[in-house]
């Protein structure tokens, strides 16, 4: 079933459309990948790709498929026992100048082959698993012995309150009920336990406009912003043991913005920073220490999401981790297991693409992880397939 | 005569037309500047006040009236041996948030009666003079002493290049032509010499954008300003005698900007900086000050206005200003005479409002001021008419 939305269906064509690579019986996963990715998606703009992925997973039998938004959910509906779900994000960060899309394929001295561009990183590697999943999910129908859940979501790359996934949670919690969930972010096709949580605040000075002829008589918002630029180049991060999984902290400036005019003195500067905290600490416990390394100026805090402790001693998260033969790591960067984790279902990360290249101008994925990813997660969705 | 532009003019009506309270037999100057300083005219959005006032002129018999893009010229042509030349740019820098318009009237505790809101000081008081004097030369006709030019411009508080006196003297050399030229830049009703000479630059750090989970991968370009910033706080701004002037200068960031995403570490900061420098430097000498304050730094010029010495001892200057009665100051404010001085006109600045107020939030210009200005000025163009 597909739930419609009040937005007319984009019209398809080569560019837009992945019902015939994924329709194709020889399905090329890492062409899906491509094709995934050289539909824009930055955040906010996911409509095209959400279109694309519910009319592919619409043209398969034996999955349920519902839109809210840009989201898109695709699940067996078998009445089985246990459920077991996939997710992962429809939307990237904003392209670069040139645009780094479309998406080629090269060799790389290091990686080998690899696809290089936006997306191809974070995380729609993933995405493109995700579908080529829901087709054998969807072909191995009733011999499956757990149903299976696949979301695809969007405003993953902005603040929390935008968020797809939470926006799913709030419309259909029934939806997102699940036994265990692998959210498939970028993770080297390693397990990935837990994640920082992640905080943005914005550090502003005000000061007076004049004419910048004579700045005597006002006073000068940005130049006040040094020490907020001095204290940010200075700090020190952390390192946080949390259930033997050491995260490591960050605290960055992120954006900055101050003055109204070539001969204005400018009467406000914005510095906006962003604090990856150990999930050992809270969202209080977070907001406590950004507003103590910026003691004395205005902090506002504008978003905020708690981490999530590894949990990789809970019973479905170690049979993954054994199934994968990894050993796992701690997630770094903040992933929706915090989410999940929320909702109180068991989640790790796992996914194609070395995290160290997301959101890079030049982010790139391993071929190799892409069918590394598919064949190791299909092998766990059908096993004990009847 | 009226050069017609190829843009319709505007539908005439209480707020954009000027006509009636110039044409108005009891005419109230300060009324006139409060319309004036209602046509909201930020640079580049001058149209609608340009349409005005060529109109208001054009319906004045005696003046030859030129449309060049959003300048106004209107010139008497009796043909007599000397010609002076007021000139006064139309737009404005940006309103603020809420506008700063309408124009209020009001009691100020230490200036008494004043106008209030965006262009009251800098410069919409000098253009509503200008056009009142317009008619009183209008209507001298024949009994005018010497020949007079009115010059109303537009894109004056931008970077030079776009600057509208600069584009009459390109497109039309001989509207500039003459012995003397009154700028009436905000002055307070005081003769102010010469001007500082104004200078943009851009100083950029660069980075390596990364995630902002993993910023050890990336480098951080807003940090990298710390210094950028802690040099522009403690600059010490230098005074330099030139003339007899003393002049003041200044070195401000008037902008900041850096960032990509809330969640990327920033490639790139650049802190825009204007130096205000005294006319006994030249643009090199400028440009070689403000490269060796940001040594280290990426400084890339953007716009270059050189300063004016005083020249007060000319003879028509000092007869100008003996007749104001006035003592004359140095002008710190970068402005046209220097234009003029280039183009071999000399030129004192002269008119009504306190550029302390200039470009602030509640920029005013005391009425008084208005009314005097115009009278001296009146008295000047006037002297000698048969």
Redo the contacts between chains.
């Keep these: 079933m597909s739930v419609p939305t009040s937005a007319p269906p984009t019209a398809s064509g080569p560019a837009t459309d992945l019902s015939d690579v994924l329709g194709d019986p020889a399905l090329d996963v890492v062409e899906l990948v491509r094709r995934v990715c050289d539909i824009p998606s930055v955040s906010g703009d996911e409509r095209a790709l959400a279109d694309a992925v519910e009319a592919a997973l619409t043209a398969l039998a034996g999955v349920e498929v519902t839109r809210d938004g840009d989201a898109v959910v695709a699940r067996t509906t078998l009445g089985r026992s246990e459920r077991v779900l996939l997710a992962g994000h429809l939307d990237t ?2 392209l670069t100048d040139p645009p780094n899309l479309p998406v080629r394929r090269e060799q790389h001295p290091v990686d080998g082959d690899v696809l290089v561009g936006r997306g191809t990183c ?1 995380m729609k590697g993933g995405v493109g698993v995700q579908l080529a999943l829901a087709r054998r999910v969807a072909a191995a129908g009733e011999d499956l012995a757990r149903d299976v859940t696949f979301v695809f979501y969007d405003h993953e ?3 929390a309150a935008r968020n797809g996934l939470g926006r799913l949670a709030r419309n259909h919690p029934e939806l997102l009920a699940a036994d265990f969930a692998v959210l498939l972010e970028p993770s080297s096709a390693v397990v990935e336990g837990g994640c ?1 949580g ?1 905080l ?1 605040a914005e550090v502003t000075t005000t000061g ?11 006073h ?1 918002a ?5 020490p907020v ?2 204290r ?2 200075a700090y020190a991060p952390r390192e946080v043991d949390v259930e033997g999984l050491v995260f ?1 902290e ?1 605290l ?16 406000r ?1 914005t ?2 920073v ?1 604090y ?1 905290f150990a999930p050992s600490l809270d969202a209080a416990g977070a907001e406590a220490h950004v507003r103590e390394v910026f003691d004395g100026f205005t902090v506002e805090v504008t ?1 905020v999401a708690e981490g999530a402790r590894p949990g990789l001693h809970l019973p479905a998260a170690a049979d993954f981790v054994a199934r994968t033969g990894t050993t796992p790591l701690p997630k ?3 992933t929706d297991v915090a989410r999940f984790s929320a909702l109180g279902v068991p989640a790790v990360n796992y996914g194609p693409g070395d ?7 030049d982010e790139r994925c391993r071929t190799v992880e892409v069918e590394q990813c598919l064949e190791v997660l299909s092998g766990w969705l059908l096993d004990g397939a009847r």
Excluded: F, M, Q
């Excluded at 007076?208 to 006002?218: E, I, L, M, Q, T």
């Excluded at 940005?222 to 040094?226: C, E, G, L, N």
């Design positions: 960060v904003p974070d790359e902005v603040e920082n992640t943005r007076k406009a004049a004419h910048s002829a004579r700045p005597w008589r006002g000068n940005i130049h006040d912003a040094a630029l001095a940010l180049a490591r960050a960055n400036a992120v954006l900055v913005s101050g003055g109204i005019a070539g001969n204005v003195i400018p009467d500067c510095v906006t962003n990856r978003d770094y960067g903040w995290n160290a290249t997301a959101h890079a101008d």
